[in-house]
């Protein structure tokens, strides 16, 4: 069975910095695709960023997080984090590790989200 678990959500006051990360677990044969995706309150799930299939490939990012947030692969391991800085209030949702990968096939996995608050 193939987990993905989250941690370092919170509550940060605007301007503030906060690191999540994300570690895979389970029968995994190979990662396509790691990354982060939110869902700000009363809105759909959107994507935050994500990276390459392989090492040293671009990263994309959505244009809200660019410059501010960046996001860490381990391409050895199955660990993936996202770094966040200058939080707005409008970064409040609660943020979900996303993987692609081949495991009894190709499917897509979901962690089971962490909370992020940014107050005034």
């Known amino acids: 069975q193939v987990q993905l678990v989250e941690s370092g959500g919170g509550l940060v006051q605007a301007g503030g910095s906060l690191r999540l990360s994300c570690v895979a677990s389970g029968n995994i044969f190979s990662i396509n695709n790691m990354g982060w995706y939110r869902r700000p309150p009363g809105q759909s799930r959107e994507l935050v960023g994500i990276?390459?299939?392989?090492?040293?490939?671009?990263?994309t990012y959505a244009d809200s997080v660019k410059g501010r947030f960046t996001i860490s692969r381990d391409y050895a391991n199955t660990t993936v984090s996202l770094q966040m800085s200058s939080l707005k209030p409008e970064d409040t949702a609660v943020y979900y590790c996303?993987?692609?990968?081949?495991?009894?096939?190709?499917?897509?996995?979901w962690g089971q989200g962490t909370q992020v608050t940014v107050s005034t």
């Open positions: 996303y993987m692609k990968a081949t495991t009894y096939g190709i499917s897509e996995y």
């Open positions: 990276t390459s299939g392989t090492s040293g490939g671009p990263t």
